[in-house]
């Protein structure tokens, strides 16, 4: 269901802003630099987009009613599939470089087995300006997403301060999707898209996640989860839950969102709301902490449980390739022969523990 958008002459007035919008982006980006600054402000619920004088003075007029909302309103209704579901990601500066994260990501769905198509439904959700002037040369839906005071543009390294502020950022602004009326899977880029996982999905689910490891039964609670791929519905009970578990930042103060989520997984309140949570098999929706032990069942692949970039675009160009290799198989032989993937390689818990990281930690 979607709901909530603007009468037809001022959604002609938002396409007229937002192209406006687009030139002043390539402008900025060409004339000044991708580093022009330009000015945010967050609010509570949306981020309201300042674009200042320079770009709208006098020939448009009342430049304050281009906000980021409308804006985002325009790029979620262009993205949607029939039944209002989009699949989001978000995108730094470090991944955005080309050959980085998001090429390969790019990669799997052209790759994939029935993921091509999907693409035309993927938003990537950028938190800085080259991210975002990457997207655009890249990708069809893009939206930029910025915090005020907050930079996010290099690589965030697990569990600092910046990495934990973007995080709960992306719960907040999953929870304003959801409240647009949209569904959407969200992905993190590093999960490589084999295959259409909307033919394994649950129905009648408000949330399904993915798991670090998969205990082998779909409604059990102690399941490890990993925020880093998720379907989720719009409805009540959902945007109940993300309000819950953004707040509950406060009560687990210097926990990313996937710990609280394990916290808050117990608490009463979701049985009260109602909220239906189911946990995706590793064997479809794998990754890196626990692979899925056969390349005929994959949807998904997470390179999780793996720190650093060089070591994670070291293991998941591998996996782009054990890919390629089982897509050159003949169909029998892919039938008969049980394969899986020649990973974790630089993805190691060696590497892991030479970051001092604590080795249940994944990312
Ligand atoms: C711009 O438009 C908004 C809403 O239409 C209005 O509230 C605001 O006063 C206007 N600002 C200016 C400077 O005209
Ligand atoms: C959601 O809640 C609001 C107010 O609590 C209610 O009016 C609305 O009907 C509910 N929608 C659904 C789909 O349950
Ligand atoms: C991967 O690991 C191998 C062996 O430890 C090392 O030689 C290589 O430099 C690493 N590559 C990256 C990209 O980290």
């Keep these: 269901m979607l709901g909530g958008y603007p009468p037809f002459s001022s959604r002609r007035n938002i396409h007229f802003f937002f192209s406006l919008f687009l030139l002043a982006s390539l402008y900025c980006l060409v004339l000044l630099g991708v580093g022009g600054r330009l000015n945010f402000s967050s609010g509570r619920s949306s981020v309201s987009w300042n674009p200042g004088a320079i770009f709208f003075s006098s020939p448009v007029g009342n430049s304050s009613q281009v906000s980021e909302r409308y804006k985002l309103d325009n790029v979620l209704r262009d993205a949607a599939m029939k039944d209002g579901t989009v699949i989001l990601t978000t995108l730094n500066e470090a991944w955005a470089a080309p050959g980085s994260v998001i090429d390969l990501f790019l990669e799997s769905f052209r790759i994939g087995d029935g993921t091509h198509r999907l693409l035309k439904h993927l938003v990537i959700v950028a938190l800085d300006m080259k991210a975002f002037s990457r997207c655009i040369s890249a990708h069809t839906h893009c939206f930029l997403l910025t915090t005020e005071g907050v930079d996010f543009s290099s690589e965030a390294y697990f569990m600092t301060s910046d990495y934990l502020k973007m995080m709960w950022r992306r719960i907040d602004f999953l929870r304003s999707v959801l409240e647009m009326g949209y569904n959407f899977v969200f992905t993190d880029a590093d999960v490589m898209w084999f295959r259409d996982p909307f033919t394994q999905f649950f129905v009648d689910t408000d949330l399904q996640i993915a798991c670090d490891n998969f ?34 930042r406060e009560t687990f103060p210097g926990y990313h969102d996937q710990d609280v989520f394990n916290f808050i997984k117990y608490n009463p309140f979701i049985t009260e709301i109602d909220l239906k949570i189911r946990f995706l098999d590793t064997q479809y929706f794998g990754g890196l902490c626990e692979p899925s032990k056969d390349l005929n069942r ?50 190691s818990l060696d590497s892991l523990s030479q970051y001092g990281v604590p080795l249940n930690s994944t990312q």
């Design 298 to 347: 994959v949807c998904t692949m997470h390179v999780n449980c793996c720190f650093g970039l060089k070591s994670k675009l070291h293991d998941l160009r591998i996996i782009l390739q054990d890919w390629k290799f089982y897509l050159s198989m003949p169909t029998t032989l892919k039938r008969s022969l049980i394969m899986s993937w020649s990973v974790p390689q630089n993805c």
């Design 215 to 248: 205990l082998g039964d779909s409604e059990d609670i102690d399941n490890k989860p990993n925020g880093g791929f998720n379907y989720v519905r719009s409805n009540n009970r959902s945007i109940q839950f993300y309000k819950f578990w953004y707040s509950s």
